[in-house]
């Protein structure tokens, strides 16, 4: 039977009840401010802040009303919302054209314009991307939503015959 290894021993909470600092607790010392030592490549333990994304600048000057700083977003919002309005209000084609017309114009903004606040979740690209693709995703179901679709789709119609029909 082999002989346990005892060279390793955890002497962290004896030091710690001495008073003493630790080698680990070293590492992550503090400055006055309470902040983690810079000079350190270690993470601290509990993060103090998340970095902002991007182009999550205000959109507006610092001293301008709240609204104003957001505009990007209450553009996308509020045309959402009318989108939706007009869909619970029975004019479903046009209303999800308007969302999707809406996510598109977010997209959009979140690429030419350098703070777009609050529109700024992720990456650039990513911000992009998503609302990009969500985007044109609802305004072409939107275009081809029964009855009457505005464009059709070949091997989607025959996909669903194949499906129905098996």
Do not use: C
Not at 90 to 100: A, C, K, Q
Request: glycine share 8%; proline share 7%; charged share 20%.
């Amino acid at each position: 039977m082999p002989a346990e290894d005892t060279t390793h021993t955890n002497a962290e909470p004896t030091a710690q009840a001495n008073g003493e600092r630790s080698a680990h607790d070293a590492t992550f010392a503090s400055d006055d401010a309470g902040r983690a030592d810079r000079a350190t490549r270690r993470f601290p333990r509990l993060t103090e802040d998340t970095a902002r994304p991007e182009g999550g600048g205000r959109a507006a000057r610092g001293d301008a009303p709240a609204p104003a700083r957001q505009w990007p977003m209450l553009v996308v919002l509020s045309a959402v919302a009318l989108g939706l309005l007009l869909t619970a209000l029975d004019v479903f084609r046009f209303g999800m054209l308007l969302i999707g017309a809406a996510l598109l114009a977010g997209a959009v903004m979140r690429w030419t314009l350098p703070s777009v606040g609050m529109l700024a979740v992720r990456s650039r690209f990513t911000d992009i991307a998503t609302y990009g693709v969500l985007g044109l995703a609802i305004v072409l179901l939107a275009m081809m939503a029964q009855p009457r679709p505005w464009i059709e789709v070949p091997f989607i119609k025959d996909g669903l015959h194949f499906t129905l029909n098996q």
